[in-house]
């Protein structure tokens, strides 16, 4: 940086990605931290808030700064997601990435599809895939998959809000192909076991051809912004412009102002008294978040503290 370029605040907030095919999670992540560094802004801590598979694309919340102390409610929120069902073909990925496994011949109509999605709506049972992140017996069920061992998935209760056609057909009574859906679901859903599970539900087989997340919390896709756009907010250091503040990452909690001395108090980690209200609220010194708190009773306690100084 020049001596005449400007001199830049750190940031704090969150930048929406729209996840491109073939990119990984992490690689977001590289990708605002040297946004960061070429925009020549000071160095940030910068998390994601939800992991999405390379051959996923949509929407990725990426948080810098404070917004970090966040990221773990992200993942435990509600996504949505477009996907297509390709019948016909089952892979051991369950999406195009993988071998195939199985093969029918069998396709479903689409009054069949839609006469089948309400099994798979409310609270299910689902088993994860196999080539997934979560660990069987201390190691990443991937890896043991790729090294050629038999991988039993255990099942876990997930919700489905809801699951519907991303376009109604009128009249069509040929056999599909292919059927695109989209569904809204609770934390730990895997979209692949989903369309895996429905394709069988139809007495067929199939995988996932097509995956795009248009919601993660409170992002919506019309937030997300391509990587090009990312680096040339980056080149004119107007990476500002792009940030969404760290309060929207809350926008279903409860704002509540404090005062200077409260603030103060809080930002020590102590305890405030006399506020009624239960549950988690987010404290507010004017403009600026102090912190995410709970109040139990009469009081008030910190859960998470922001520093903006």
């Known amino acids: 940086m020049t001596s005449n370029s400007p001199i830049l605040r750190p940031l704090h907030g969150w930048i929406v990605i729209d996840k491109p095919l073939g990119l990984g999670s992490t690689q977001g992540v590289s990708a605002v931290k040297r ?22 694309q949509g929407v990725l919340p990426i948080a810098v700064g404070e917004a970090t102390k966040l990221a773990g409610r992200m ?10 069902i390709g019948f016909g073909t089952q892979t051991d990925t369950l999406d195009l990435e993988g071998a195939v496994v199985a093969q029918s011949d069998a396709r479903p109509s689409l009054a069949e599809v839609e006469a ?36 039993e998935m255990k099942t876990r209760a997930v919700t489905i809000h809801a699951l519907h056609l991303s376009s109604v057909r009128e009249n069509d009574k040929d056999p599909l192909e292919e059927i695109t859906l989209t569904a809204h679901v609770s934390k730990g ?5 989903l369309a895996r599970d429905i394709a069988l539900a139809l007495e067929t087989v199939g995988h996932v ?7 993660a919390g409170p992002f919506l896709q019309d937030q997300a912004i391509s990587l ?17 503040p760290l ?13 200077p001395q409260e603030a ?35 009081e008030i306690r910190v859960v998470r503290g922001f520093n903006f100084s």
């Open 35 to 56: 946004a960061l560094r070429e925009g020549g802004y000071p160095k940030a801590k910068v998390g994601h808030g939800g992991t999405l598979d390379p051959l996923a």
């Open 75 to 84: 993942l435990d929120s509600d996504k949505i997601y477009d996907f297509t």
């Open 116 to 151: 089948i999605l309400p099994r798979f709506t409310g609270p299910i049972e689902q088993a994860p895939p196999v080539y997934s992140a979560i660990k069987v017996d201390g190691q990443r069920a991937y890896d043991r998959a790729r090294a050629g061992e038999d991988v």
């Open 189 to 193: 859903t895997y979209i692949r076991s």
């Open 209 to 215: 051809t097509y995956l795009r997340r248009v919601k």
């Open 228 to 244: 090009d756009k990312l680096a040339d907010a980056a080149r004119a250091h107007d990476l500002e412009q792009l940030l969404l």
């Open 247 to 259: 309060t929207a990452g809350l926008d279903d909690i409860l704002a509540f102002s404090v005062s």
């Open 264 to 298: 103060h108090a809080l930002r020590q980690g102590r305890t405030l008294m006399g506020k009624p209200r239960e549950g988690l609220m987010l404290a507010m010194a004017g403009d600026v978040p102090v912190a995410l708190v709970e109040a139990v009773g009469p």
